[in-house]
T-cell receptor, first 115, second 113 residues
Framework: KAGVTQTPRYLIKTRGQQVTLSCSPISGHRSVSWYQQTPGQGLQFLFEYFSETQRNKGNFPGRFSGRQFSNSRSEMNVSTLELGDSALYLC??????????????FGPGTRLTVT | AQSVTQLGSHVSVSEGALVLLRCNYSSSVPPYLFWYVQYPNQGLQLLLKYTSAATLVKGINGFEAEFKKSETSFHLTKPSAHMSDAAEYFCAVRSGANSKLTFGKGITLSVRP
């Protein structure tokens, strides 16, 4: 079974631009979560989607948004990029949402650099 | 509220030596605990998880962890380190309804030949 895939793997953007990252979960998984990883803040939860609905949201500004499609694929968007948005963005999928024992399977991440 | 504390940012051991990576959690309700490993330029891979079935949990690559409620700990161990174990290790907790996964800051493990 194929793992979680994320595209693109690397991205360079200029401050003020916007960016869209894509995530395809493991086949059959219906929950997708997004995390931001930086050296200073570590791994921080952005949001979780299930059945095309946002179930949970972390403490990020409204510039960060996401959505999920009917096939469970998910995208996240960051508008008006700032230098501090440079990070590794990780997507994780899980069979269901709200079942705490279910592990999350992570993709390789998208490395975003804002200049 | 839930949180994870991983003391120290770097641990160095000799090949063949015991690996001990510490994790303490805070949760107002019974937690589910996870250890993940991250190799350079890769995502996170699950090593093991605690879901209340057994306090001693065995994972992949020879790792295991013991849940100790009285100490609010979930330390990761491996009897004999291998060079391929060099990576960053994250402890994480989930608790309560609709709860997000909260990670510790991570510990970088170095293995000396």
């Amino acid at each position: 079974k194929a793992g979680v895939t994320q595209t693109p793997r690397y991205l360079i953007k200029t401050r003020g631009q916007q960016v869209t990252l894509s995530c395809s979960p493991i086949s059959g998984h219906r929950s997708v979560s997004w995390y931001q990883q930086t050296p200073g803040q570590g791994l921080q939860f952005l949001f979780e989607y299930f059945s095309e609905t946002q179930r949970n949201k972390g403490n990020f500004p409204g510039r960060f948004s996401g959505r999920q499609f009917s096939n469970s694929r998910s995208e996240m968007n960051v508008s008006t990029l700032e230098l501090g948005d440079s990070a590794l963005y990780l997507c994780a999928s899980s069979l269901e949402a709200g079942v705490l024992s279910y592990e999350q399977y992570f993709g390789p991440g998208t490395r975003l650099t804002v200049t | 509220a839930q949180s994870v504390t991983q003391l120290g940012s770097h641990v160095s051991v000799s090949e063949g030596a015991l690996v001990l990576l510490r994790c303490n959690y805070s949760s107002s309700v019974p937690p589910y605990l996870f250890w993940y490993v991250q190799y350079p330029n890769q995502g996170l891979q699950l090593l093991l998880k605690y879901t209340s079935a057994a306090t001693l949990v065995k994972g992949i690559n020879g790792f295991e962890a013991e849940f100790k409620k009285s100490e609010t700990s979930f330390h990761l161990t491996k009897p004999s380190a291998h060079m391929s174990d060099a990576a960053e290790y994250f402890c994480a907790v989930r608790s309560g309804a609709n709860s997000k996964l909260t990670f510790g800051k991570g510990i970088t493990l170095s293995v000396r030949p």
